[in-house]
C-alpha cells in the first residue's frame, strides 16, 4: 500500500520569509513517481513538479526548491522569499509505475501574510 | 494554449436531482479521470478511462456514473445526489504512458 504523510496541516508565514513543506511517502515499489501540486482558491489543481524515484537530484525552479531524499522517503519544497500569491493548499502525490492513481497527501495550507 | 475545461464552474441541484458535470480537452490526453474533493480533504479517484476503456474505483457509489463519447469529452452523472455529494469535482488528464495529471479547474457542487 502507498501513503503520503504532510504532517503541517498549516503554516503562517510573513511575506519574504523562507518557507518548507514538508512530505513523507511509504511504498513498497522500486519505481515510483512524486509530485507536489498546488491548489488556490479558486480551487484548480496546479501541477508544480514530477520527479521519478530513480533521479534524486534537487531541482530549483525560481522561488521554487525541491529535495527529494530515498534514504529517508522525503520530497520537501520549499519557498524562498514567499509571497501572498503563495498562499494555497499544496499537495504531494505518489503513483507507481505500473498504475495511473494518484495517492495524495492531506495537504498543506500554507498563509503568506504581508 | 492547451488545456482542460470543466463546465459549469458551479452548479447548484435539488437533493435527488440528476445532475451532469462536464470535461473538455484540447491537450489530446487519452486518460481522463474525475476526483472528487470534499472541504479540507485530498481529491479522491472516482473513475478514470483509458480510451474508451472504463475503471472504476472500488469503493465508488453507484449513484456516480460516467461517459466518454469521444477523446475530448468526458461527463460525470449524479443520478440521486444526496447532501454528502457537495463537494469540489475535478477532472484531469493524462497520456497512456504519462505521468503526470492535469487537472481542470474544477465544479463546486452544491446540493440543497
Known amino acids: 500500500a502507498q501513503k503520503v504523510t504532510q504532517a503541517q496541516t498549516e503554516i503562517s508565514v510573513v511575506e519574504k520569509e523562507d518557507v518548507t513543506l514538508d512530505c513523507v511517502y511509504e511504498?513498497?515499489?522500486?519505481?515510483?513517481?512524486l509530485f507536489w501540486y498546488k491548489q488556490p482558491p479558486s480551487g484548480e489543481l496546479v501541477f508544480l513538479i514530477r520527479?521519478?524515484?530513480?533521479?534524486?537530484q534537487n531541482e530549483i525552479s525560481g522561488r521554487y526548491s525541491w529535495n527529494f531524499q530515498k534514504s529517508t522517503s522525503s520530497f520537501n519544497f520549499t519557498i524562498t522569499a514567499s509571497q501572498v500569491v503563495d498562499s494555497a493548499v499544496y499537495f504531494c502525490?505518489?503513483?507507481?509505475?505500473?498504475?495511473?492513481?494518484?495517492?495524495f497527501g492531506e495537504g498543506t495550507q500554507l498563509t503568506v501574510n504581508p | 494554449d492547451a488545456m482542460v475545461i470543466q463546465n459549469p464552474r458551479y452548479q447548484v441541484t435539488q437533493f435527488g436531482k440528476p445532475v451532469t458535470l462536464s470535461c473538455s480537452q484540447t491537450?489530446?490526453?487519452?486518460?481522463m479521470y474525475w476526483y472528487q474533493q470534499k472541504s479540507s480533504q485530498a481529491p479522491k479517484l472516482l473513475f478514470h478511462?483509458?480510451?474508451?476503456?472504463?475503471?472504476n474505483e472500488a469503493d465508488t457509489p453507484d449513484n456516480f456514473q460516467s461517459r466518454r463519447p469521444n477523446t475530448s469529452f468526458c461527463f460525470l452523472d449524479i443520478r440521486s445526489p444526496g447532501l454528502g455529494d457537495a463537494a469540489m469535482y475535478l477532472c484531469?488528464?493524462?497520456?497512456?504512458?504519462?505521468?503526470?495529471?492535469?487537472f481542470g479547474p474544477g465544479t463546486r457542487l452544491l446540493v440543497l
Open positions: 511504498t513498497r515499489d522500486t519505481t515510483y513517481y
Open positions: 478511462y483509458y480510451d474508451k476503456d472504463f475503471n
Open positions: 520527479r521519478n524515484s530513480f533521479d534524486e
Open positions: 484531469a488528464t493524462s497520456t497512456q504512458g504519462g505521468e503526470t495529471q492535469y
Open positions: 502525490a505518489l503513483r507507481k509505475a505500473s498504475g495511473s492513481r494518484l495517492t
Open positions: 491537450l489530446n490526453h487519452n486518460v
